[in-house]
């Protein structure tokens, strides 16, 4: 006869599936799971006595067990043999050496491995997401305090890796404070759906006996159970959200990252890092070689790389409660908050300490006559030209200084007069010291105080306004950790009740 799945006599497991599956999947439980299994395990129990499906005299000895097996079994020793399917299955061994068959087989009333496996992996990413979090925002909190402090700083601004336009270090931080905001607003989104509890959605369809799945969310830290209880097994956007987050993010901060690479280059040199910050070679002496910052491209790409491979594996995976999503999934994406925690440490730390330097700034801006775009405004302010005609002038004189290798301020009014009365007939009513106020960075910048712009009040108002915002995203995380404190000390209570006298 051939065996079926009834009467198959082979031994369970196969030594190659538990050693390249089970035993992985064991340790990835006890590593990272452990403490879900047991606050879930409690607040299970603590909702069936509530709800009458599990009297008192059932309740208690089994809460006493689950005591009892805290007590007395050190997880973080445990080592795989074979003898159960998972983690799951021990703790329900380990249930029925102590109270038998019947009584410990009641804890899984109303509840499967489905919705347990996923509520453990929400439980597993929030925790996650909050140290991540705290970490954005203590960023975001270092990019507006420099973005202050620099706000009347001159650098050069690029465009397509060329010399564009003259703007202040603060301007250029809050711009990419501006971006960070939208990630952590992406972040906090994912929070918010990683945060409906799966529980009571059993295997797919709830349960037939009276279960409180409000109860069960609240117990177990969670702001409301997700509704659809075929989508608690199912839906896996609480992953692809979080994970695309986290991708856009540290995507984002990348470029930032390359752009302090390019700054700090001897070529450039508008940013200085400091010698903490630095390495020397072994055997060029005259080298200061900033590679944190290339520790924190690398890392930064690492982390979209595995945060990108979350969103692969759960490519075009079928609708349902699979293995593609679980266990050693799940594992592989944690080490995108390991690495993105890292760069975001080291970016608070740095950032605060780099310093522009303003000899190289004033050099690069006088080489490249980036202040020029303003000439051609003012010739449209001052001289009624149309801004082509401007556009055609400001280009003429650039060319005409740097090819001599000069200064605009200096060495630029000639040539100015003179293509200005070439193209217009007539010679501009626009002097030597008016010229060199225009063309200056000072007033280059000055003169864009509009909404976003660089200019003093623009750029202050700016600052204040992402601090409120700032104020905001941290009010919204201590009241997220005050209700999870709430709901661990609530559960404490209910369980200890059901413990009683001991």
């Known amino acids: 006869m051939t065996p079926g799945p009834f009467n198959d006599t082979s031994v369970f497991p196969d030594p190659v599936y538990k050693e390249t599956i089970l035993r992985p999947l064991f340790d990835g439980a006890k590593d990272h799971h452990a403490e879900g299994f047991r606050l879930i395990d409690r607040a299970h129990l603590v909702m069936l006595h509530e709800t009458g499906i599990l009297t008192i005299e059932q309740a208690r000895p089994i809460a006493q067990a689950l005591e009892a097996i805290d007590d007395e079994i050190d997880v973080s020793a445990l080592t795989y043999t074979g003898e159960v399917e998972d983690f799951f299955f021990l703790i329900e061994k380990e249930l029925r050496k102590r109270l038998g068959p019947d009584l410990a087989g009641r804890l899984h009333t109303a509840r499967s491995r489905n919705d347990i496996d996923h509520t453990l992996f929400k439980l597993g990413l929030k925790a996650r997401i909050d140290p991540l979090l705290e970490r954005l925002v203590r960023l975001a909190e270092t990019l507006a305090s420099v973005a202050e402090r620099e706000s009347a700083t001159l650098i050069v601004a690029y465009t397509h890796g060329q010399p564009a336009q003259p703007t202040v270090f603060g301007h250029y931080l809050a711009a990419m404070l501006e971006t960070l905001l939208r990630d952590i607003a992406r972040l906090e989104a994912a929070r918010d759906i990683v ?19 409000d109860l069960m969310a609240r117990l177990l830290g969670f702001s409301r159970p997700l509704q659809n209880s075929y989508g608690c097994i199912a839906s896996i956007d609480y992953i692809t959200s979080t994970y695309s987050a986290i991708e856009l993010a540290f995507l984002h901060l990348g470029r930032f990252i390359q752009d302090l690479q390019f700054w ?35 890392l930064a790409s690492q982390t979209v790389g595995r945060a990108r491979a979350m969103l692969t594996i759960m490519h075009n995976t079928p609708f349902t409660d699979m293995n593609d999503s679980e266990g050693e999934s799940q594992g592989f994406g944690y080490g995108a908050f390991e690495g993105g925690g890292r760069v975001l440490d080291l970016l608070a730390a740095l950032v605060p300490a780099l310093r522009i330097n303003p000899e190289r700034v004033r050099e690069n801006i006088r080489r490249s006559c980036i202040t020029v775009t303003e000439l051609a405004d003012s010739l449209v302010r001052r001289e009624g030209l149309s801004f082509r005609e401007a556009h055609e002038v400001a280009a003429e004189v650039s060319r005409a200084v740097v090819a001599i290798g000069g200064d605009i301020q200096e060495d630029g009014y000639e040539s100015f007069q003179e293509t200005f009365e070439r193209c217009t007939g007539r010679r501009a009513a626009v002097d030597r010291a008016q010229f060199a106020e225009i063309v200056s ?54 369980f200890n009740a059901l413990l009683g006298d001991r």
Request: aromatic residues 6%; glycine residues 8%.
């Open 264 to 298: 700090t280059s001897f070529e450039v040199g508008q940013v200085y890092v400091p010698n903490a910050f630095v390495q020397i070679s072994s055997i060029m002496p005259q080298k200061r070689n900033p590679v944190p910052i290339e520790h924190m491209r690398h």
């Open 441 to 494: 960075p000072e007033n280059f910048v000055a003169v864009r105080d509009r909404f976003g712009g660089p200019a003093p009040r623009a750029l202050s108002e700016a600052i204040a306004g992402y601090n409120q915002e700032i104020t905001g995203i941290r009010h919204r995380m201590q009241e997220a950790k005050r209700r999870g404190e709430a709901s661990a000390q609530d559960l404490h209570s209910r």
């Open 195 to 213: 945060d409906h509890s799966p529980m009571g959605a059993a295997a797919i369809t709830t349960s037939g006996f009276p279960i409180d799945r």
